[in-house]
Antibody
């Protein structure tokens, strides 16, 4: 299972940040994984943003929920993150990370390389 | 939200020494669903431990972890040069939250 993030590296304040994750080695339409997003501001800790299940259900960090949209393009085996009304506090490395969704193995054991996104005018 | 507090913030040790890192939760972690990750500069985190004490695939046995409820510990028995990194704890008993990290640096 491999993941690769892509998208603009620079976003203006108040606009929408978009990052796409291309998955290889499994289908995002399978029930094997939830497809998640985690971010890490420079020099800071990790924050789970949200996850998408193949059924279309999404789960979000309550602190970001109103600004987050996670969706899938099954034809391309990709899933995407959109974060609207961004500020400088949203500057971070954005990782796509699959996880099992329940149980002791519901951990983040495969990571994309990360996409650095800077919010600046 | 379960808040995880890691201590110390920075730990300065020499190769060959024993490292003990702490992760304290603001409330009980359901199922003891606590994981530890190692992160080196410019890299994504790597899973070390899940279920509070189970080593992930390929993790050397010098890494061990224990704990339950609200108090968890990661121990590195004899530090190798490649072990100097930032360590994050993470709970998934109630949504997903991470600690702020402990930086393990060479003394």
């Amino acid at each position: 299972l491999q993941l690769q993030e892509s998208g603009p590296g620079l976003v203006k304040p108040s606009e929408t940040l978009s990052v796409t994750c291309t998955v290889s080695g499994d289908s995002i339409s399978s029930s094997n994984y939830y497809w998640g997003w985690i971010r890490q501001p420079p020099g800071k800790g990790l924050e789970w943003i949200g996850s998408l299940y193949y059924s279309g259900s999404t789960y979000h960090n309550p602190s970001l929920k109103s600004r987050v949209t996670i969706s899938a393009d099954t034809s391309k085996n990709q899933f995407s993150l959109k974060l609207n009304s961004v500020t400088a506090a949203d500057t971070a490395v954005y990782y796509c990370v699959p996880h099992r969704g329940k149980g002791a193995t519901d951990v983040f054991d495969v990571w994309g390389q990360g996409k650095m996104v800077t919010v600046s005018s | 939200e379960i808040v995880l507090t890691q201590s110390p913030g920075t730990l300065s040790l020499s190769p060959g020494e024993r490292a003990t890192l702490s992760c304290r939760a603001s409330q009980n972690v359901g199922g003891n669903y606590l994981a530890w990750y190692q992160q080196k500069p410019g890299q994504a985190p790597r899973l070390l431990i899940y279920g509070a004490s189970t080593r992930a695939t390929g993790i050397p046995d010098r890494f061990s972890a224990s704990g339950s409820g609200t108090d968890f510990t990661l121990t590195i028995s004899r530090l190798e040069p490649e072990d100097f990194a930032v360590y994050h704890c993470q709970q998934h008993g109630n949504s997903y939250t991470f600690g702020q990290g402990t930086k393990l640096e060479i003394k």
